[in-house]
């Protein structure tokens, strides 16, 4: 990208979030937030399929043989394989007003790594800042009983313009036999932060920012086999629209993050268990 395009999608980037200034147009109205709630119980019944048996656990094994065989040899490379994914319902897409609904599949291969191993490498948040620098900067667990968890983290997004959040999620880990394991993640509660790591530091109000994050489900499926632990991730978040007249440029920008924070998080977890294998 040349200069003057990296100016220019800055540009318009920032004219979409000053947008965001007014609760009005940042704060998810409650269409908003039915149809994205509509679309994450649509997302959950076809997982619920999997975790009862009736459809393949790892997605890739719900492929045709020949491609399978050839996501599965990219995989044992060390290969990150992601994928959009969408839900319909009656025959077409759900439509999300004022928001965009953010759907990406990936899939990893931590080759030599047990699924204890890697459900202790996630849980393990405190770690998260050096484990996935610098998407993650602070990280703590607030409460856990058992096997389900409450932690905060402070996360950073940089696509020519930064953003920093702060993060509460519900976690909770669901041991499926000795090979197999279901992680499912929802945000609780998520501010945008003003003036990091400044005396001025301040969340704006949740709800009335720029809209970069309204919500964030994760759901992972882990498996042992092969001489390793498969981890297939789904993340489903929600972003305030596009304005009028900036999604030629701007939405390719604001949908390209989810994809990639997808992947680096995948890759960062896999380097982490090769590392501990040495």
């Known amino acids: 990208m040349t200069r003057?395009?990296?100016?220019?999608?800055?540009?318009?980037?920032?004219?979409?979030?000053?947008?965001?200034?007014?609760?009005?147009?940042?704060?998810p109205g409650v269409r908003t937030l039915e149809a994205f709630d509509r679309y994450v119980r649509l997302t959950e019944a076809r997982m619920e399929r999997r975790l009862g048996g009736t459809a393949p656990f790892l997605q890739v094994d719900?492929?045709?043989?020949?491609?399978?065989?050839?996501?599965?040899?990219r995989l044992r490379?060390?290969?990150?394989?992601?994928?959009?994914s969408e839900i319909g319902e009656a025959g077409s897409t759900i439509?999300?007003?004022?928001?965009?609904?953010?759907?990406w599949s990936g899939t990893v291969f931590a080759a030599g790594a047990h699924l204890a191993q890697t459900i202790?490498?996630?849980?393990a948040y405190e770690r998260y800042p050096?484990?996935?620098?610098?998407?993650?900067?602070?990280?703590?667990?607030?409460?856990?009983?058992?096997?389900?968890?409450?932690?905060?983290?402070?996360?950073?997004?940089?696509?020519?313009?930064?953003?920093?959040?702060?993060?509460?999620?519900?976690i909770h880990y669901v041991r499926i036999g000795p090979t197999r394991a279901y992680v499912r993640s929802s945000s609780t509660r998520i501010a945008e932060v003003q003036?990091?790591?400044?005396?001025?530091?301040?969340?704006?109000?949740?709800?009335?920012?720029?809209?970069?994050?309204?919500?964030?489900?994760?759901?992972?499926?882990?498996?042992?086999?092969?001489?390793?632990t498969y981890i297939e991730c789904e993340s489903v978040s929600l972003s305030r629209d596009i304005p009028s007249g900036l999604g030629w440029l701007v939405k390719p920008f604001v949908t390209s993050v989810p994809r990639e924070s997808l992947e680096f998080t995948l890759t960062a977890l896999?380097?982490?268990?090769?590392?501990?294998?040495?």
């Open 130 to 170: 050096q484990m996935y620098r610098p998407t993650v900067r602070r990280a703590r667990t607030l409460s856990r009983t058992g096997d389900r968890f409450n932690v905060s983290m402070q996360l950073f997004m940089k696509k020519v313009i930064s953003v920093i959040l702060n993060v509460d999620y519900d």
């Open 120 to 123: 202790g490498v996630m849980q």
């Open 4 to 27: 003057i395009a990296v100016k220019a999608v800055a540009g318009c980037a920032a004219i979409w979030i000053a947008c965001g200034s007014g609760v009005s147009a940042a704060e």
């Open 195 to 228: 003036n990091a790591d400044t005396p001025n530091e301040r969340e704006k109000a949740v709800g009335q920012d720029s809209g970069f994050l309204w919500r964030f489900n994760n759901y992972c499926f882990l498996e042992e086999r092969d001489r390793g």
């Open 270 to 278: 896999r380097a982490t268990l090769l590392k501990a294998e040495d």
């Open 77 to 84: 490379t060390g290969e990150v394989v992601v994928d959009r």
């Open 62 to 73: 719900s492929l045709p043989e020949s491609q399978r065989a050839a996501v599965l040899a």
């Open 95 to 103: 439509d999300i007003p004022a928001g965009i609904c953010h759907d």
